[in-house]
């Protein structure tokens, strides 16, 4: 019984912690690649990989514009709307016996006030150490 070509076996399917899903395929030149296929587990991610997994067992080239396929898409949340997810959770979380938020939900409210005056519209991907510390030395400055 003979083994199939490598090329003309079906590749496998991977999911990434992230929630995206790849594959490899092997170029002409024996090099590996990775193919972005979508979100895991979509509809559309796995219509994607069978139509690359016809390609590879008919034999049929992969096209690509480089040696690597796009980025996945990168869905870009503001730094409120990272705010306001957090808070709607702690609301539910930190609550008085009689169901109202407690004390330490109020403290919350507090606490991200400055944050959101300074950097309400900016996309959190960009939000890192640097801009933390601004946001503390605006609460300092507001205490004097």
Known sequence: MSEQP?????????????????TYVRD???????IYLGKADSTASWRRYYEIGAKVTAGELIP?????????PKQSFTVEEVVRTFL????????N??????????SFVQAVKPLLKLYRDLPAS???????EE???????GES
Do not use: C
Not at 6 to 22: F, Q
Not at 88 to 95: I, L, M, N, P, T
Not at 126 to 132: A, C, E, N, P, R
């Open 28 to 34: 002409p030149d024996g090099t590996r690649r990775q």
């Open 126 to 132: 960009q939000f890192g150490s640097v801009k933390l």
């Open 97 to 106: 016996p009689d169901g109202s938020p407690d004390g330490e939900f109020d």
């Open 135 to 141: 946001v503390r030395d605006s609460m300092r400055v």
């Open 64 to 72: 690509h514009r480089d040696r690597h396929e796009p980025e996945p």
């Open 88 to 95: 709607k959770d702690a609301r539910k979380k930190y609550r």
């Open 6 to 22: 490598k090329s003309k076996r079906l590749p496998y399917i991977r999911h990434s912690r992230w929630g995206t899903a790849y």
